[in-house]
Nanobody, 116 residues
């Protein structure tokens, strides 16, 4: 199975910004589409953003215009730049393949808390 390590979360005030990072040692990383997911307390995990091997991106409507997903194939990393953060963005954020199932592998994630 493919393993990913998320980092960069923290506590931020509404309107603030954070950049999340996701690292992997996967040898074929450059050919993989990648995604960011999040899971808020008491809610199901949801897909936030996708980036393909050709750097095409897609976003959930709730984050469109505020979040930007990017990747660095040389570093085998994917990033999520989050701007204009809202309290409803509070969640544990995970990176994984776009079609990962709930019972498949998930890393520890990184906690993002947006609060004043």
């Amino acid at each position: 199975q493919v393993h990913f390590v998320e980092s960069g979360g923290g506590l931020v005030q509404p309107g603030g910004s954070l950049r999340l990072s996701c690292a992997t040692s996967e040898s074929i990383f450059s050919s993989l589409a990648m995604a960011w997911y999040r899971q808020a307390p008491g809610k199901q995990r949801e897909l936030v953003a996708i980036i393909t091997s050709r750097h095409t991106t897609n976003y959930a409507d709730s984050v469109k215009g505020r979040f930007t997903i990017s990747r660095d194939n040389a570093q085998k990393a994917v990033y999520l730049q989050m701007n204009s953060l809202k309290p409803e963005d509070t969640a544990v954020y995970y990176c994984n393949l776009p079609a990962t199932r709930t019972d498949d592998y998930w890393g520890q994630g990184t906690q993002v808390t947006v609060s004043s």
